[in-house]
């Protein structure tokens, strides 16, 4: 293992554990790695993670944020690699800098469950995934779908507001939507900022696209954050009815993508599932069962929510980060 001393968020780990207190001799311990918790998709995981662990005996569960940092969340996972965690859940804030460290901890005996972003290596015990590349797909053709009722063809303008490069699920809800369109020669992608899925940090790139690009059809934000950041920075400047906004993620509650496409701020949205339950419920399973064998990969789909079927979705949405 590395040289914990090394690292320059050590310490604040260390305090990250030590206030969360010990755990009785009795218990078994599972730590989650979070990415970033700023982000309300990941804060809807966290509450959703510690929901279902407190309804577990025996189980005490820590958890640490990396706040988007690499450095910040491999010192953390090595933390909890000192502790011997039963199980380690990793949401990686990157696929290639969390590789190694998530090797560490499987190389220590501990299960690894990999939540819903990848990494370069199989360096997990079970892969939960939720196919990027078909919500792209459904993304794209939900666009010339649009684009072909507006004008009577498939043809008009597209702004794309991309996630944090290098991230399975940018590379793929990117790459599936090209998929689509480039199909279609008469639709053009005019422009594609990089905004790390934060709405502030979309806000700032779609002004700048509005102040160059005179003609916007459709805003395509990898995820719900992002297209609203977009819209506001659109309906700033008295053009948001220019143009549609489509996101990535559909959480309930109201400040989530669902409620912002019965407001009319999102045309769509394409539901993310959070993976939380199927995580936990494989972490029962290693926590039970000395002969359980995991299965490598879980692959959980997603659904289009639009205009339609909104309201009943939203009705529906029960997770924690919406009560």
Same mark, same amino acid.
């Given at each position: 293992?590395?040289?914990l001393?090394c690292?320059p968020?050590?310490?604040?780990a260390?305090l990250?554990?030590?206030?969360c207190g010990g755990?009785?001799? #009795?218990e078994?311990?599972v730590?989650? #790695?979070q990415?970033?918790?700023?982000?309300?998709?990941?804060?809807?995981?966290?509450?959703l993670?510690e #929901?279902?662990f407190?309804?577990?005996?025996? +189980?005490?569960?820590?958890? *640490?944020d990396?706040q988007?940092?690499?450095?910040?969340?491999?010192?953390?996972?090595?933390?909890f690699?000192?502790?011997?965690?039963?199980v380690?859940i990793?949401?990686?804030?990157?696929?290639?800098a969390?590789?190694?460290?998530m090797g560490?901890?499987?190389?220590?005996g501990?299960?690894?469950?990999c939540?819903?972003?990848d990494?370069?290596?199989?360096?997990y015990?079970? =892969?939960?995934?939720?196919?990027?590349?078909?919500?792209g797909?459904?993304a794209?053709q939900?666009?010339?779908?649009h684009? $072909?009722?507006k004008?009577?063809e498939?043809?008009?303008?597209?702004?794309?507001?991309?996630?944090?490069?290098g991230v399975?699920?940018?590379?793929?809800?990117?790459?599936?939507a090209r998929e689509?369109?480039?199909l279609?020669p008469?639709?053009?992608?005019?422009?594609?900022?990089?905004?790390?899925?934060i709405q502030?940090?979309?806000?700032d790139?779609?002004?700048?696209?509005?102040? +160059?690009?005179? *003609?916007?059809?459709?805003v395509?934000?990898h995820?719900d954050?992002?297209?609203?950041g977009a =819209?506001?920075?659109?309906?700033e400047?008295?053009r948001?009815?220019e143009m549609?906004?489509?996101?990535?993620?559909g959480?309930?509650?109201?400040?989530?993508?669902?409620?912002k496409?019965?407001?009319?701020?999102?045309?769509a $949205?394409?539901?993310?599932?959070?993976?939380?339950?199927?995580?936990?419920?494989?972490?029962?399973?290693?926590?039970?069962d000395?002969h359980?064998?995991?299965?490598?990969?879980?692959?959980l789909t997603?659904?289009?929510?639009t205009?339609?079927?909104a309201?009943?979705i939203?009705? #529906?949405?029960t997770?924690?980060a919406?009560?």
């Open positions: 293992m590395r040289h001393a690292r968020w050590v310490a604040a260390m990250l554990l030590v206030g755990h009785a001799p #009795s078994r311990l730590a989650f #790695s990415a970033n918790n700023a982000e309300p998709y990941r804060a809807a995981q966290k509450a993670m #929901s279902l407190a309804r577990v005996p025996n +189980v005490k569960l820590v958890v *640490s990396a988007q940092d690499n450095s910040r969340q491999i010192a953390q996972i090595e933390t690699i000192r502790q011997k965690p039963a380690l990793v949401a990686p804030n990157e696929r290639a969390l590789t190694a460290v560490e901890a499987l190389d220590a501990i299960a690894v469950i939540l819903e972003r990494v370069v290596k199989p360096n015990t079970t =892969y939960i995934r939720i196919d990027n590349r078909a919500i797909r459904m794209g939900f666009i010339v779908d684009l $072909t009722k004008y009577g498939a043809r008009g303008n597209v702004v794309a507001l991309r996630g944090l490069l399975e699920a940018e590379i793929n809800r990117d790459g599936g689509v369109l480039e279609y008469k639709i053009h992608v005019i422009a594609d900022p990089v905004a790390d899925w502030a940090k979309a806000k790139r779609m002004t700048e696209v509005l102040r +160059v690009q005179p *003609s916007i059809d459709v395509y934000g995820n954050p992002m297209a609203i =819209y506001l920075a659109a309906k400047l008295n948001e009815k549609i906004f489509i996101g990535v993620d959480l309930g509650g109201p400040a989530g993508g669902v409620k496409v019965l407001d009319g701020v999102l045309a $949205t394409f539901i993310y599932p959070l993976g939380v339950q199927e995580a936990v419920d494989v972490a029962k399973r290693v926590l039970t000395a359980y064998q995991p299965p490598k990969v879980l692959t997603s659904a289009l929510v205009p339609d079927n309201a009943e939203y009705r #529906s949405t997770t924690p919406t009560q």
